[in-house]
């Protein structure tokens, strides 16, 4: 997959009043969308890599699972859009997980973002 956390971009350097474009590397970021059960959850923007972390971090933070042990399979799935984007993780619960009768929608608030995450 590479380092996908950093971009490459021209940008303008000013140094007084001066203005040159140089080439710099910027902190990337993408969207994740979570699906659980096959079912889309939510869509959280982030720094690629460690998505699997993150996608714990999120399951247990809201209740859907209490520990690791509670899902069954992560799978990235490629994006129908852009398929060299690893930006959708799929999540089967196994049956004993606190999350697994809920009927899922995109339904988390996201409070810091520019509007695509969150709420549907």
């Known amino acids: 997959m590479g380092d996908r956390s950093l971009r490459r971009a021209g940008v303008l350097k ?11 590397r910027l902190a990337a970021e993408e969207p994740l969308e979570i699906r659980v059960n096959g079912a889309p959850l939510t869509v959280v923007m982030r720094t690629p890599g460690q998505e699997r972390d993150h996608v714990l971090g999120f399951l247990f933070g809201e209740g859907i699972i209490r520990a690791a042990a509670d899902i ?4 990235v ?44």
């Open 77 to 120: 799935l490629p994006n129908g859009e852009h398929p060299d984007l690893e930006n959708v993780i799929d999540v089967r619960l196994r049956p004993s997980a606190p999350g697994v009768d809920r009927r899922w929608q995109r339904n988390f608030l996201s409070a810091a973002s520019c509007g695509l995450c969150g709420v549907s």
């Open 72 to 75: 069954e399979q992560m799978a």
């Open 14 to 24: 000013y140094d007084q009043a001066a203005g040159e474009r140089v080439d710099d």
